[in-house]
């Protein structure tokens, strides 16, 4: 989401959504009871995003490029970016955007052991 509604960040970005319900801390997660897509906890499933998604992170890069600035991304609002479950391929997609790499400030947090 360009313009978060965070204040910590200036944007979200989600390579997909759900995740595993891992520990008691979960009982009060603000994304699984997100009326839109709650429903990713409640039956463990993960929904992919569109191409168009992806391409959020590199227009993010690039206007910071052209004017010198790092704006902070919360990657993996929406899902755990460290989710053994995580649909195929789009983790090593995730590690491959800009979302991770070069201009933006990327921030991220997990339930899984690494």
Not at 9 to 22: A, H, L, R
Not at 32 to 59: E, F, I, L, V
Not at 75 to 85: E, I, L, Q, R
Not at 86 to 95: K, N, S, V
Request: net charge positive; hydrophobic share 30%; proline share 7%.
């Amino acid at each position: 989401m360009e313009d978060s509604k965070i204040e910590w960040c200036d944007n979200t970005f989600n390579p997909w959504i759900g995740c595993k319900n891992v520990s008691p801390g979960c009982d009060n997660c603000y994304a699984a009871c997100n009326p839109y897509h709650g429903h990713h906890w409640k039956d463990n499933t993960r929904k992919d995003m569109a191409d168009s998604n992806w391409d959020k992170p590199r227009k993010w890069n690039k206007k910071a490029q052209n004017s010198n600035t790092a704006p902070k991304v919360f990657c993996g609002s929406m899902c755990d970016v460290f989710d053994k479950k995580a649909p195929a391929g789009q983790r090593e997609r995730l590690w491959d955007s800009p979302c991770v790499r070069i201009v933006v400030a990327p921030s991220s947090l997990s339930k899984e052991t690494i």
